[in-house]
């Protein structure tokens, strides 16, 4: 695949990305003792674009902080027929597309997850979930607090926040999408900077 790398000249604001369709329908267990356990999730039938869309795949140019062969985490509608390079040597099994710059939200190295201009990662902040009395179980989902997201991650470009501030967003902000990360389902949380209105101040 090494011979792919930056072979592929994006044209306008644009990157080239390789696509392994099977890649979202494995997940790996760790049952310990350096034992793991793989299952094959179903992703076929989900009326949700997010999880049986290309969501991630393999960078093939180089590209702001991330180069050639890292990880990427893409959005589920920028991988469709149109945007398909039709490239004689993309491996068996495989899809290479162009995919705008828009689109391009995460690189991830093992379990890292690097954050690109104008993207960072967080996570959605909850209420205290009240304290049962004594013999009365409580059962509620947590409630979100609205408009606000904690920060995991962030770029080095964007210097109004750290990792760990209360960010202050407009509703609807916090894009939710399933990617595999080290083998692994996991669900991250994109913050594009300019939905960010505000920092709260603790």
């Keep these: 695949m090494k011979a792919l790398y930056n072979k592929i000249k994006p044209v306008g604001r644009r990157v080239i990305v390789l696509v392994d369709p099977q890649e979202k329908r494995e997940h790996a267990l760790n049952l310990g003792e350096g034992k793991t356990l793989t ?12 999880v049986t869309g290309f969501t991630q795949g393999t960078l093939l140019t180089d590209y702001k902080n991330l180069t050639a062969g890292t990880k990427v985490l893409i959005h589920h509608n920028s991988t469709g027929e149109e945007n398909e390079v039709d ?34 990662l967080a996570e959605r902040l909850y209420e205290e979930e009240p304290v049962s009395p004594a013999g009365i179980i409580l059962v509620s989902e947590p409630k979100q607090i609205p408009n606000k997201l904690k920060i995991l991650g962030k770029p080095q470009s964007i210097t109004d926040f750290e990792v760990g501030d209360i960010a202050v967003v407009y509703k609807y902000s916090d894009y939710e999408m399933t990617h595999v990360v080290n083998g ?7 913050l594009k900077y300019s939905d960010c209105l505000a920092k709260e101040i603790l």
């Design 39 to 50: 299952l094959e999730v179903s992703i076929d039938y989900s009326w949700d674009g997010r």
């Design 87 to 120: 490239y004689p040597d993309t491996p068996i099994g495989k899809k290479i597309f162009a995919v705008d710059e828009n689109f391009l939200y995460f690189g991830v190295d093992g379990d890292n997850v690097i954050c690109v201009d104008g993207y960072m």
């Design 184 to 190: 692994q389902h996991k669900k991250l949380i994109r």
